[in-house]
């Protein structure tokens, strides 16, 4: 591993240090090309370990259909995702990486997960505690996976301009 390891130098890596100290440490310690790399975010599909390690890739998404192999369980998932995080954590910095799914109605990448109706569908039925209640539960899937965060889902309403 080439990252930096002297923990007692950095002062980023201390979790007893306050955020801002950390923030500030982190940021004097990346070069240009590391500050591009964390700001960026690849989809899947194009990933590999050497490129989150050499470019600093800050963060991947997995797009609709893009599953690690066809009927990929939330444990296949979980073994992708800590590949890429292990990639990740080798990097000069050892900077964890942002993971994230299109999870638009439930987690539904993944082979066996609870499939929802989609957001107009959310929204027709007014009833906001389903709503919070469907996206527990997909937070609870996304989760399992060892992904960090979702894109959804979120409640669309429909509007007839006339007032119908």
């Known amino acids: 591993m080439k990252g930096v390891q002297n923990m007692v130098d950095c002062i980023y890596k201390n979790p007893n240090e306050p955020i801002e100290s950390r923030i500030k440490d982190l940021l004097s310690r990346m070069t240009l090309k590391e500050k591009l790399g964390q700001m960026t975010q690849i989809e899947k599909s194009v990933t590999n370990p050497s490129a989150i390690r ?3 890739i800050g963060s991947i998404l997995s797009m609709g ?3 690690p192999f066809e009927k990929a369980v939330s444990s296949d998932w979980a073994d992708m995702v800590d590949g890429f995080q292990s ?4 990097s000069r910095l050892g900077i964890p990486l942002l993971y994230g799914i299109d999870a ?3 987690n539904n990448n993944v082979y066996g ?3 929802f109706p989609h957001n107009i569908g959310l929204g027709a ?5 389903l709503v919070r209640r469907i996206g527990v539960a997909t937070a609870l899937e996304v989760r399992a996976c060892g992904i960090q965060y979702a894109f ?3 409640v669309a309403q429909a509007k007839m301009e006339n007032g119908c």
């Open 152 to 154: 959804a889902p979120c």
């Open 125 to 129: 039925t007014r009833d906001a505690e």
């Open 87 to 90: 990639a990740a954590l080798e």
């Open 104 to 106: 638009v109605h439930g």
């Open 65 to 67: 259909g893009s599953a």
């Open 113 to 115: 997960a609870t499939i």
């Open 54 to 56: 050499d470019l600093s």
